[in-house]
């Protein structure tokens, strides 16, 4: 498969996306990702937005790098800030063992055999409808004081949290709005992370990583301490920061450059190609001999 760049190059001193320059030394090219590792690896956890598509669109390339993961027995894992309606349909119908959704706020499994879907929540359907009438608050505020963004188009299929656009059917906002969006959640107890188009805010302690470990845990009968050296997670935003940090092995397509202002953790390495094509490019690298 080539290796498709798009407006991006890479080197030994530097990487070049965007006009961002960012020293190898911080984040290195994934071709260079020691063969040794590849061979120990049985799980890759990805992202959804902007690091399976590209400008909203999901590239084939992303299904066939899928599919040939699963061939090669190495589970395929989205975790996504995505909603629940859309977290159903890719447990069914894409060739992944599992996903978790909304920042962590459950996880979905599919069983073939049994037609039957797993849910597992972090917190209960009580819990839950009490967080989204707090959640109503805050989006009121949002929208009367913090002009040009607007409550995202999949809210309605959401179970958990609150997601605000600020640039994905929006025209894109300044990062200093952004930002104020953010503060909105946060001065009413919410946490809030900023993805590659949305701010999604919820209540309760949990967050990727935390609803990571429970499917590990719960689904796969493992220790993802132990063995998180055994996993890639690939992402783009700084909503992915946990699951950089966390993980050896992390990956970041190579439009992570649009956010390094403020971003507090890199990924360990980087893909040349952006979005979906980045994502195909990593999976081609790890599997080949």
Not at 34 to 43: A, L
Not at 138 to 159: N, T
Request: with cysteine; glycine share 6%; hydrophobic share 40%.
């Amino acid at each position: 498969m080539p290796i498709l760049i798009f407006g991006s190059t890479l080197n030994i001193f530097s990487i070049t996306v965007f006009g961002l320059r960012l020293p190898c030394s911080d984040m290195k090219p994934f071709k260079q990702f020691p063969v040794k590792i590849r061979k120990k690896i049985r799980f890759v956890l990805t992202d959804i937005d902007d690091t399976l598509s590209l400008n909203g669109r999901l590239p084939a390339v992303v299904f066939n790098a899928m599919e040939r993961l699963q061939k090669a027995e190495i589970a395929v894992i989205p975790i996504t800030g995505r909603p629940a309606g859309w977290c159903d349909h890719i447990a069914r119908m894409w060739p992944v063992n599992a996903i978790v959704g909304e920042n962590g706020a459950f996880f979905f499994r599919y069983d073939d055999r049994l037609k039957k879907m797993h849910r597992r929540y972090w917190k209960s359907e009580t819990q839950r409808k009490a967080d989204r009438n707090r959640l109503e608050k805050i989006k009121l505020e949002v929208l009367k004081k913090i002009p040009g963004c607007r409550v995202s188009a999949d809210q309605a299929y959401r179970e958990a949290d609150l997601a605000i656009d600020y640039c994905e059917d929006v025209p894109p906002l300044e990062m200093e709005t952004i930002v104020q969006i953010v503060d909105c959640f946060t001065r009413a107890g919410a946490q809030a992370k900023i993805s590659s188009i949305h701010v999604n805010g919820w209540f309760g302690k949990y967050d990727k990583l935390a609803m990571t470990n429970r499917l590990f845990k719960e689904v796969f009968d493992a220790d993802l301490e132990k063995d998180k050296n055994s996993v890639i997670f690939i992402g783009d935003s700084p909503n992915d920061v946990p699951m950089f940090r966390y993980f050896p092995n992390s990956v970041g397509v190579a439009n992570i450059l649009r956010f390094e202002k403020i971003i507090d953790h890199n990924p360990a390495w980087v893909t040349v190609n952006e979005g979906g094509y980045g994502f195909a490019e990593m999976v081609e690298i790890l599997l080949s001999k």
